[in-house]
């Protein structure tokens, strides 16, 4: 019998979980509360920094957090854990290990947030999550799983009594994450089809997608993932295109508003672009050609709703 999301409100229940679902500039995030410690699983964007502390203040009252997991480290999935380590003195933060090095020295190329041009604090973490291990969560115990593709050090994590997954970025209702490996050159659609194959073998009935809302529907969503899959790998550019609409994109949610000579000084300052853009029909980097070719982003951006461009004033929507 299918699952609905009535069944799922009974196993958050058993669980004693909660999701906070947050808008597509943060990460969602889920708290589970326990006489043995309260754990909260991914902390947004640093912007939002308040927002994730008021969340957990008013869902724990006067109770402690003891634990943050990041499913990986993108700035819209950790840049809350320095408020929250601030706020609970002694609070453990628990990461995959692949960029352990990278947190430790503060790497901020390394870890995405200098050519991404985004923002994450710097945080200190506790301990790695090892894939193929477990985590004690609430009162139950979690399968750690590596979910390669989006982010070659990403995890994602499985309750397997009652069928929770919390998939991050590797699966969303209708699609994924942008694949980064992929932009430095890095072949990694495959990991993406890897990964959502072990998703499939494991067959959970909830999942808990990193951006988006609680959804039931796992064929459904292996289908429209895989479908959108084989349309980046059979034109890498339509992938790349996507990805630096995205970039743009998540700099508009953080102005909310800005104008085009602040996007191209923006674009000037982030690696990434200088990467992918002459990629993506950038001819040359003169101010005319970058207008132009922000300009061409920005129409599609419109036409798609994401944003309003009225005389030179440009507007998140």
């Keep these: 019998m299918p699952r609905t999301l009535a069944d799922f409100n009974a196993a958050c229940t058993a669980l004693n979980l909660r999701v906070f679902e947050r808008g597509w500039l943060s990460s969602n995030g889920v708290l589970i509360q326990s006489a043995a410690g309260n754990s909260l699983i991914d902390t947004g964007y640093a912007s939002h920094s308040d927002q994730t502390l008021a969340l957990v203040r008013s869902a724990l009252g006067d109770a402690r957090l003891h634990t943050v997991i990041n499913t990986h480290l993108h700035s819209d999935h950790c840049g809350g854990n320095a408020a929250l380590s601030a706020a609970y003195p002694g609070l453990e933060v628990l990461i995959p290990p692949g960029q352990a090095a990278a947190v430790k020295a503060w790497d901020t190329d390394a870890l995405s947030y200098g050519p991404t041009g985004q923002l994450c604090p710097r945080f200190h973490y506790s301990d790695t999550l090892a894939p193929g291990t477990t985590v004690t969560l609430g009162t139950a115990q979690w399968q750690i799983l590596a979910a390669k593709g989006?982010?070659?050090?990403?995890?994602?994590?499985?309750?397997?009594?009652?069928?929770?997954?919390?998939?991050?970025?590797?699966?969303?209702?209708?699609?994924?994450?942008?694949?980064?490996?992929?932009?430095?050159?890095?072949?990694?659609?495959?990991?993406?089809?890897?990964?959502?194959?072990?998703?499939?073998?494991?067959?959970?009935?909830?999942?808990?997608?990193?951006?988006?809302?609680?959804?039931?529907?796992?064929?459904?969503?292996?289908?429209?993932?895989?479908?959108?899959?084989?349309?980046?790998?059979?034109?890498?550019?339509?992938?790349?295109?996507?990805?630096?609409?995205?970039?743009?994109?998540?700099?508009?949610?953080?102005?909310?508003?800005?104008?085009?000579?602040?996007?191209?000084?923006?674009?000037?300052?982030?690696?990434?672009?200088?990467?992918?853009?002459?990629?993506?029909?950038?001819?040359?980097?003169?101010?005319?050609?970058?207008?132009?070719?922000?300009?061409?982003?920005?129409?599609?951006?419109?036409?798609?709703?994401?944003?309003?461009?009225?005389?030179?004033?440009?507007?998140?929507?």
Excluded at 176 to 201: K, M, N, R, W, Y
Excluded at 214 to 220: A, I
Excluded at 243 to 259: H, I, P
């Design 150 to 317: 989006h982010d070659p050090h990403s995890i994602i994590l499985f309750q397997q009594d009652h069928g929770v997954l919390l998939s991050a970025d590797a699966l969303w209702e209708n699609g994924f994450g942008v694949v980064f490996p992929e932009l430095d050159g890095i072949d990694a659609f495959d990991e993406v089809g890897a990964t959502l194959d072990l998703i499939e073998s494991i067959g959970p009935q909830y999942i808990i997608p990193g951006h988006g809302s609680v959804f039931t529907d796992l064929p459904g969503a292996l289908q429209r993932a895989r479908s959108r899959l084989a349309q980046f790998q059979a034109s890498p550019q339509k992938h790349r295109r996507h990805a630096v609409k995205v970039l743009l994109k998540f700099k508009l949610l953080e102005w909310q508003q800005t104008d085009l000579n602040a996007l191209i000084a923006w674009f000037r300052q982030t690696p990434y672009f200088h990467t992918i853009a002459p990629l993506d029909g950038l001819g040359d980097e003169s101010d005319a050609s970058i207008r132009t070719y922000l300009q061409t982003l920005l129409e599609d951006l419109q036409k798609a709703g994401a944003v309003e461009v009225v005389d030179s004033v440009i507007r998140n929507r």
